[in-house]
């Protein structure tokens, strides 16, 4: 049994296929398809079944696998550390970001992340939050910033923010100073992203718990677009702190909102079985301060 192997069958474990695992190891199909099978001879069971979905672990994959799982987590961290200890950080991480995120702090990030780490490439993907998460589950991306949504996940989930969010009006709108309640805005026009999108998810959970619906007139996914609508018109929105970036010059006025205090939660979503590397977490890092730094503003 050689290492190479555990890491090989570790990796088929995860990807599910020999494809994807084929790509990921960035080797051919068949050389992986040996080593499971020298793998397979090696314990003398079967760790795999194949079907027309892809590879199944048998009871004795599955049980190998959790076995050997931390010592190759452990390896990894280890030799990312060795690594990195005395060499400046290189090569490409990809990274998901809601628009809320990529509209406000991201460059800001990307700037502090270039200074430090200059020889690390990005690639940086702008979705919504279900197919972030996707693509995350897939492989496609390391890590992903996300609204963190209610309903529990199968990806390892940390919070990054807590943040309000807030009503945003123009003055055609002639909302004023006033204090607003949830129940009391649900007769302003409004517009707001549609369904898919990760904040409206958040949005019509809290007003459901409450035993209201929301009702805009537009739906429009771009937070700049909703912006520039509310600032001339009659029209409000309902947008977090982070979104609020930038607003000097703006004509624009906030309000909060109570009760129920509206909130939504950023989380960094990732592979449970995929530790990330140096770079993706200094990355992370610089993205929850200057997002903490931001709302505190």
Do not use: W
Not at 40 to 60: D, I, K
Not at 146 to 166: A, F, H, K, S, Y
Not at 268 to 287: D, G, K, M, Y
């Amino acid at each position: 049994m050689e290492f190479k192997q555990i890491q090989y069958f570790a990796c088929l474990y995860e990807e599910g296929t020999v494809t994807r695992a084929a790509n990921r190891l960035h080797i051919v199909q068949p050389a992986l398809s040996s080593q499971i099978k020298n793998l397979e001879q090696s314990v003398g069971e079967l760790l795999f079944t194949r079907s027309s979905q892809g590879m199944h672990p048998t009871p004795a994959g599955r049980r190998m696998y959790q076995l050997f799982q931390p010592l190759l987590e452990e390896f990894e961290r280890s030799k990312n550390q060795v690594i990195n200890s005395n060499a400046e950080l290189s090569g490409n991480i990809r990274i998901g970001v809601i628009s809320s995120i990529a509209e406000s702090i991201l460059a800001q990030v990307i700037n502090e992340f270039t200074a430090k780490h200059p020889r690390v490439s990005l690639s940086i993907t702008e979705g919504f939050s279900n197919p972030l998460c996707d693509l995350v589950a897939g492989g496609q991306l390391e890590a992903a910033i996300i609204n963190r949504p209610r309903t529990r996940l199968t990806l390892r989930n940390d919070l990054m923010l807590d943040e309000e969010i807030v009503l945003v009006s123009g003055p055609k709108a002639h909302i004023g100073r006033e204090k607003l309640t949830l129940k009391k805005i649900m007769g302003l026009k409004m517009v707001l992203p549609t369904k898919q999108h990760g904040l409206r998810k958040i949005l019509d959970s809290i007003t459901s718990s409450e035993n209201l619906e929301l009702s805009p007139i537009h739906e429009i996914d771009s937070i700049n677009a909703i912006m520039q609508l509310v600032e001339i018109s009659d029209y409000v929105t309902l947008l977090p702190q982070l979104a609020m970036k930038g607003l000097n010059g703006k004509q624009l006025s906030i309000n909060k909102i109570h009760p129920p205090n509206l909130t939504r939660q950023i989380s960094c979503v990732s592979h449970p079985r995929r530790p990330l590397n140096v770079a993706v977490t200094t990355f992370i890092e610089i993205c929850t301060r200057l997002s903490i730094e931001t709302r505190a503003k």
